[in-house]
Structure formats: C-alpha cells, structure tokens
C-alpha cells in the first residue's frame, strides 16, 4: 500500500507508469560508469560495493580515477584484503573521509574469509563494516537485482520534486523515505536498473539548479514541475565553526622533512602529514612541548597561512619553518623523509596544500 500522505496526490495511481517511463529512458541514457556492468550482463558485487564506498559523500567525477586505481592494484576482494593496509590508506589519499578506507580494507578480509561471496541482502551486508542503510540498499539492488530502496541526494531530489514535497529537509526525509519505497516496491522487475535510473536521472535531468524538465520522463504527472528549482526546500545551513592551529616544517639540515603518522582513530586517522598543534574552536592554539623548545632557542619562523574545509567545519593552520639537527619528539608516528620524496608522498588534502605551499 501506498503511504497515507499519498492519497490523493498526483501521480499516486500512475507508479507503474512511472517506473516503466523510467527504465525505458534509462535504457536509451543510462551513463556509463566503469563499476556499471554491460546491458545483459551481471555486475560484479566486487566492483559495485567498492564504487559505492568511494562513492559516499564524494562526486562520481572524483570517484572514477580511484576506482580504476584500486581495481588495477587489487583486481579481486582477495587482493584487497592481502594488501597491507598502509598501502591502501595512501591509494585513498585525497578522497577524504579516511574511515572509510579503513572500513573498506576490514571488511574486504571479511567478505575474502567468506570465500569472496559478498551478502545479498541489506540485513547481511549492514553487519560488515563501513556498510550503512544506503550502501546496502545499493548493493543489494544494483549488484543483485532485489528490490531495495536506494536514496542517494539525487533520488531524494526526483521523489520531492515528482510528488511536490514543500515540507524542509530534513524533516521531510522520513516522508520522502515513504514515496521512494512505495516506488521502489511498486510491479515490475529490473530494481538493479531502476535504482541506477532514479539516480542517474537526479544528476543529469532533474539537478539542482535549473532543471531540465522538458527532457524529463516523468514530466507529465509531476506534481512539482512549476517549482521544481524550489525543492527539495532545506532549513538554512548553520555557519561551520571555524578552528585554528600550527603545522610545522621541520627540517633536519640534510634534506629531510619531518613527517608523522597520525593516530588511527580521530580525523584523517592512520594517514601521513606534517606534525600539527590541536585544532581549537577558541583561545589560541598552543604549541607541543618539543616544538616549544626549538622555539625557544629560536630556531623557527613563522610561514604560509593555510586554509581548509572539513564538512562540520573550517581550518586555519598558522605555518612554521622549523630547523633542528635532531629532535626528541616522545611520541610515536614520527618519521623523516626526503623534501624531494614528498611530492609522491600520500597526503590528504590539507597537508597537500601545505607541501605545494612549501616547495613551489
């Protein structure tokens, strides 16, 4: 049954007409995707489950070179899982969101223990790590043809806009969560396909910013065309608070940089990058005990201001040239490496910025 809010909704008695409109426009502009098996032929679940990884919270443009990186590394799950887990980490680097690289990697030796046979239901795949509702929805779906509901911001755009949802995200997800499965659950077969529609329509039809709703397939029952622009509504963005911090150059006279494995847990965890102070939200960050010292005895100036945006919020790393023949750190992680190495050195991005700022 459909939900109650339908009733009497435009579109509400036409879900059959609505899926079989779809499918036939994605059979004739389905985007090619290197992860995306072939008309009439099965996906493989290796290819799908990691596309979907790399694909949480990042664009598919930024996707596909990694994707076909990993693959050429590691062409099997049985490879992935074999492969030491620092190398993994730096083929990520850049992508962002390193937990799931590490998710990626134990759950890879999960799925090889099992003989590489991925789960195919959304109930398995939840108890591997780094698999949510979304991911897999869209395993399940696109690698195994079951019927699976898959909302990605693309398929929450069509389904707001299609049955005219006004009320704000996200409050509005519960309701949108509604329509997507009573379509998703609606007669007909190919749900693998479907899913991939939905999405594939939001990001090339149906996108944010001027809509092209006269190349649309729905367009005839959609009850939000005359303000689709205007959906979904969102509640105003609350301003990212902004931190601040050190990051030092620390050179040893000889060519060497000073480079730190940060902890596993916490942000960019288990990544390579210069040594940092804390990251503050007030009060003035300080300086560890052994950058204080050579501080002290006046072997430091200060450098390059560099900025970055995290998603929940903004830095600003106050840059420090650091000179010393030894250095007594006290902690773990710390490792020196040739300044003419660092350009193939594996960073994320914010420590990307700060080498460029170093060596141009």
Known sequence: MPPASLAGKPGGAHINNFRKS?????DKNRRAMPWRALPGRR???YHVWLSEVM?????????ISYFFKFVEKWPTVHDLAAAPVDNVMAAWAG???????????KCAKEISA???????????LKKLPGIGDYTSAAITAIAFDKPATVIDGNVERVVARYFNITEPLPAAKKTIRQYADFLSSGRGDRPGDFAQAMMDLGATVC?????????????????????AETLPRRVPRIEKPLRRGHIYWIMDGKGKILLQKRPERGLLGGMNGFPTSEWVEKGRPGHPDFIKRLIKNKKSQKNRVVAHSFTHFDLILQGWIVETASIQCGEEGFFWRRSDDL???????????FARLMID
């Open 207 to 227: 996108i944010p910013q001027s809509p092209r709703c006269g190349m649309c397939p729905l367009q005839q029952n959609c009850a939000g065309k005359n303000i």
């Open 114 to 124: 099992r003989d590489g046979v991925f789960p195919d239901s959304i109930e398995e």
């Open 55 to 63: 694909l949480q919270q990042t664009v598919v443009t930024a996707v």
């Open 343 to 353: 350009d193939r050195t594996a960073f994320p991005t914010v420590f990307k910025k």
């Open 43 to 45: 996906p493989d679940p």
């Open 95 to 105: 992508l962002g969101y390193y937990a799931r690289a590490r998710n990626l990697h």
């Open 22 to 26: 779809l499918l036939a426009w994605y």
